[in-house]
């Protein structure tokens, strides 16, 4: 069973920085799909990024394209999340996932990690 883990997360100020790791382990499907998720207080989980391992291409939410960047290295079965001009707006719990490809459903989710944007 694949288990996820992130870390990370912590308190930044306003147009700060901060770099999200996931690590996978356990038996995972090859060519499979590593995101990242967030969920702020009172507010559904929306998508933030997702990388596919078939061919690398990715997918930002139009809220932090252009300020997050997504990678991964996954001969480690890692991904990244680089976040720069961090806003209050995204403070939230971001999880990452994996998934069979980008926008599919998600099979498995980390615990999440706090990230706190202060203003």
């Known amino acids: 069973q694949v288990q996820l883990v992130e870390s990370g997360g912590g308190l930044v100020q306003a147009g700060g920085s901060l770099r999200l790791s996931c690590a996978a382990s356990?038996?995972?499907?090859?060519?499979?799909?590593l995101g990242w998720f967030r969920q702020a207080p009172g507010k559904e989980r929306e998508g933030v990024s997702c990388i596919n391992g078939v061919d690398g291409s990715t997918h930002y939410s139009h809220s932090v394209n252009g300020r997050f960047t997504i990678s991964s290295d996954y001969a480690k079965k890692t991904v990244y999340l680089q976040m720069n001009s961090l806003k209050p707006e995204d403070t939230a719990v971001y999880y990452c996932a994996s998934e069979r490809e980008c926008l599919a459903p998600v099979d498995m989710w980390g615990q999440g990690t706090q990230v706190t944007v202060s203003s």
């Open positions: 356990g038996r995972t499907a090859s060519g499979y799909a």
